[in-house]
């Protein structure tokens, strides 16, 4: 079935410096949905980005990913972090022809140091 | 814009007791209502995925005897945990569409369930 592969546990780093988190997918639909949720304490998941579309950068926020079919990657990027960025990220997709099925990665936490 | 409230915020049950959970879409309507359960120390798992005048679609390990789940309009969705134990112990997220693609799923903040 459908599966999400996302840099687990804990990711620190400084602010100002580069976030890069990984997430791989396996589908055997050749058109899936990629996602990126934010969590912040205590609040519920939140859309940062999505893409359907192969090699097309997607931004929002500050926040990047680029949905790579050949490699089955989806990677979040932001070229310099802040304190506000600490937060669960979770790596989703939705590859299914039921529209409404969502798949999530177990999730990154970021953590961002002063 | 689009909201989704779900309530109660968190509740505790005893073993064996039963809870229901209430998921309301404000506006826009929810055709399509997912149920999600984050337990302890893991990720999301999808229990069900409901459309309004469809068969509700239950995941593998998941069940109607013992998830039912209603979904009477486009507004409004409940499910109740029957015989809570505490492997029901989570986070439970309801996830609305608004039916027209899969682009966007509008989340509450989620019934937090304790089981005594």
């Known amino acids: 079935g459908d599966s999400v592969t996302q840099t687990e546990g804990l990711v620190t780093l400084t602010e100002g410096l580069p976030v890069m988190l990984n997430c791989t997918y396996q589908t055997i639909y050749s058109n899936p949905f990629l996602f990126w949720y934010v969590q912040h304490l205590n609040e519920s998941p939140r859309l940062l980005l999505k893409?359907?579309?192969?090699?097309k950068r997607t931004e929002h926020q500050g926040f990047h990913a680029t949905l790579h079919k050949s490699s089955s990657s989806f990677h979040l990027q932001k070229s310099s972090a802040q304190l506000s960025d600490s937060a669960l990220y979770y790596c989703a997709l939705s590859g299914d022809t039921n529209a409404y099925k969502v798949i999530f990665g177990k999730g990154t936490h970021l953590h961002v140091l002063p | 814009g689009a909201l989704v409230y779900q309530y109660p915020r968190r509740t505790i049950c005893k073993s064996g007791t039963s809870m229901r959970m209430e998921c309301q879409a404000v506006g826009f309507q929810a055709t399509s209502v997912a149920w999600y359960r984050q337990s302890p120390q893991k990720t999301f798992e999808l229990i069900a995925l409901s459309t309004v005048n469809s068969a509700i679609k239950y995941e593998q390990n998941f069940t109607q005897e013992k998830f039912p789940i209603s979904h009477p309009n486009l507004s409004f969705s409940s499910m109740t945990v029957l015989n809570a134990y505490l492997e029901d112990r989570g986070l439970y997220l309801c996830g609305a569409s608004l039916g027209q693609s899969n682009e966007r799923l509008f989340f509450g903040h989620g019934t937090k369930l304790s089981v005594l």
């Open positions: 893409s359907f579309t192969d090699n």
